[in-house]
């Protein structure tokens, strides 16, 4: 397939680190971005360009890249972390974005 | 930098139906307003974008022919239209800009419901 994928879910116990990886399927991209969107509620972009964080995002929030592999890390996980994950990338052959299916961090 | 979007809307199949989402806290013109879709239970779906400064619209293909995007940049106002709607438009409908960079979406409205229902 063509795009970017997340698993459905991920799950971990509280205070422990969450990885949530988005995988790019043939897609020419410069820079994976990731949003948190809480039940209800507008996303929040906690990461861009796979590891930097805009002003105001906790530490805890990071990122890494390898190969074709993004990840967002979330570290000291609490239950305010609970959450829809989105990665996006910029499709670079049709200069638009794309999102994953997004990921459903659950803390257990 | 804030974009405040209308309230929730209820159309009928086949009509159209417009949203707005007023932009402030940042010069209008100088970034895109994308649009993005999230239907009931659903992941974000990127529509398309307008650019403030001269009026053009790029669309996801899928969105092509059953939307139109404008802005007004005499008060700062991006409108998405939804045109004839179906049951497949009953969605929640985000405005977002990317103010750090163009290919990333830094600032997102509320969101505004739309139920199609006769």
């Known amino acids: 397939s063509y795009g970017v994928t997340q698993p459905p879910s991920v799950s971990v116990a509280p205070g422990q680190t969450a990885r949530i990886p988005c995988e790019k399927n043939?897609?020419?991209?410069?820079?994976v971005h990731w949003y948190q969107q809480r039940p209800g509620q507008a996303p929040v972009l906690v990461v861009y360009?796979?590891?930097d964080r805009p002003s105001g995002i906790p530490d805890r929030f990071s990122g890494s890249n390898s190969g074709d592999t993004a990840t967002l890390i979330i570290t000291g996980v609490a239950a305010g972390d609970e959450a829809d994950y989105y990665c996006?990338?910029?499709?670079?052959?049709?200069?638009?974005?794309?999102f994953g299916g997004g990921t459903k961090l659950t803390v257990l | 930098v804030h974009l405040v979007q209308s309230t929730a809307e209820v159309g009928k199949p086949g009509a159209t139906l417009r949203i707005s989402c007023q932009a402030s806290?940042?010069?209008?013109?100088?970034?895109?307003i994308h649009w993005v879709k999230q239907a009931p239970g659903k992941g974000l779906e990127w529509m398309g974008l307008?650019?403030?400064?001269?009026?053009?619209?790029i669309f996801a293909e899928k969105f092509r022919d059953t939307v139109t995007m404008t802005a007004d940049t005499s008060t700062d106002t991006a409108y998405l239209d939804l045109n004839s709607l179906t049951s497949d438009d009953t969605a929640v409908f985000f405005c977002?800009?990317?103010?750090?960079?163009?290919?990333?979406?830094?600032?997102w409205g509320q969101g505004t419901l739309v139920t199609v229902s006769s």
């Open positions: 360009d796979e590891s």
């Open positions: 977002a800009t990317g103010t750090l960079q163009h290919n990333l979406l830094d600032h």
């Open positions: 806290g940042y010069t209008f013109i100088d970034h895109y």
């Open positions: 043939r897609i020419e991209t410069a820079g």
């Open positions: 307008v650019d403030p400064e001269d009026g053009q619209q």
């Open positions: 996006q990338v910029w499709d670079s052959n049709t200069d638009q974005p794309v």
